[in-house]
């Protein structure tokens, strides 16, 4: 594939890329059905954001009281202040990042290297200041363990998905602790969100069409490891959040498959087996790169917004434990499936244990 198609390939978002959103969300990306280029998509979906900030804005004196009797009728912890205040303060710092990111690409024109250079604090910041956010309003505690573990880089990173915030957590814990530069597998769909979309495309990271063709799928995903120096390539290998309905369709799928699998896949309580593809081509492509477990729990009340407005979050303790296996200790060929899906009971066990 050459550069032009690939870049052609990430900055369109397909039908495909949509088809399991609500129809709000499509209308924000601009149509189920058509292709968009990146610069339409990112005018809408800016102009989306700005406009929706400056009505949020705007209206404080008004959703503020109501949101606040709501919270004393509801008994929920003032969940809906709580996720009101949330929502100002994602907007904002969605277009303060935006207006950096603008500036940065104004004093590096031509300078890809200084622009990557730059952008990575913007990272950081805007991943730090995100889950400090959610944090704040939803009163939520952290700890951590095992983050001595995350450098030296030439890694690959496998976490849990288990919330609408994981995207955040590497970022907070691995890039912004540490110092560990990521190149991630992110899912098309958050293209939709325009300092994802534009900080996005800055860093070699790829933009998977979960109905697309696999092996253009894989090819890309196999790219992010190439040159990884001392760098890490991020995967989600669950691919989505856990339901009980989605543990049943990729059971059912895997006894297609792998049979063999089936019985470790079915005592997952809260984890998806995970989909081995991106894990495996990954390890092909980087055979000598260590690989991060990451585990978490305490964010299963943000997996969903009815998970959310029930206010079971609300002064949750967040725990997670990174564990790291150097390149000498993964197995060979296709006993490394088996051995993924044991690294991922041990993240399960993890999360069960609370």
Same mark, same amino acid.
């Given at each position: ?7 052609? +390939? ?7 890329? !949509? ?39 705007? =209206? ?17 912890? *003032?969940?809906? &202040? ?5 929502? /100002?303060?994602?907007?904002?710092? #969605? !277009? ?19 622009? +990557?250079?730059? *952008?990575?604090?913007?990272?950081? /910041? /805007? ?20 983050? #001595?573990?995350? !450098?030296?880089?030439? %890694? =690959? ?11 955040? =957590? ?27 979309? %534009?900080?996005?495309?800055? /860093?070699?990271?790829?933009?998977? @069409? ?17 040159? !990884?120096?001392?760098?890490?390539? &991020?995967?989600?290998? #669950? ?6 309905? $989605? ?42 790169? @260590? ?8 964010? #299963?009340? &943000?997996?969903?917004?009815?998970? =959310? &407005?029930?206010? @079971?979050? %609300? ?16 197995? $060979? ?7 993924? *899906? ?9 999360? @069960?244990?609370?």
């Amino acid at each position: 594939m050459t550069t032009a198609e690939t870049k052609r +390939q990430r900055d369109t978002v397909r039908p495909t890329d !949509l088809r399991r959103r609500s129809r709000l969300v499509q209308a924000v990306a601009f149509s189920h059905s058509v292709s968009t280029t990146s610069t339409l998509r990112r005018m809408m979906t800016v102009t989306t954001y700005f406009i929706a900030w400056v009505l949020v804005t705007l =209206l404080v004196p008004v959703w503020l009281p109501i949101m606040g009797l709501v919270g004393l009728f509801r008994k929920r912890s *003032f969940i809906a &202040l709580r996720l009101s205040l949330f929502l /100002w303060s994602y907007l904002t710092i #969605e !277009l303060m990042g935006l207006t950096v990111a603008a500036a940065i690409y104004l004093v590096t024109p031509g300078n890809i290297a200084k622009r +990557q250079e730059l *952008f990575f604090p913007l990272y950081c /910041w /805007w991943g730090t200041a995100l889950f400090s956010a959610i944090a704040r309003v939803l009163s939520l505690s952290v700890e951590v363990k095992g983050q #001595e573990l995350v !450098l030296p880089g030439h %890694v =690959l990173v496998f976490i849990r998905h288990a919330s609408i915030i994981d995207t955040a =957590l590497p970022l907070v814990f691995l890039s912004d602790a540490k110092g560990l530069r990521l190149r991630y597998v992110f899912k098309r769909e958050l293209l939709v969100d325009p300092c994802i979309d %534009v900080a996005g495309h800055v /860093w070699p990271n790829y933009f998977i @069409d979960r109905g697309g063709d696999p092996q253009e799928e894989l090819a890309g995903v196999r790219k992010l490891a190439e040159d !990884l120096g001392d760098e890490g390539v &991020l995967l989600y290998p #669950e691919g989505t959040r856990f339901t009980e309905r $989605k543990k049943a369709i990729a059971i059912e799928r895997l006894a297609r498959t792998h049979p063999d699998l089936v019985p470790i896949a079915e005592s997952f309580k809260h984890c998806l087996p995970p989909k081995p593809g991106g894990a495996l081509t990954l390890m092909d492509a980087a055979p000598e790169a @260590d690989i991060l477990f990451v585990a978490h729990r305490g964010l #299963e009340g &943000l997996a969903e917004i009815n998970d =959310l &407005l029930s206010g @079971d979050v %609300v002064g949750k303790k967040v725990q997670i434990q990174i564990w790291r296996v150097p390149a000498a200790e993964i197995p $060979k060929g296709e006993e490394r499936r088996q051995w993924l *899906f044991e690294w991922w009971k041990r993240i399960d066990d993890f999360v @069960d244990e609370a």
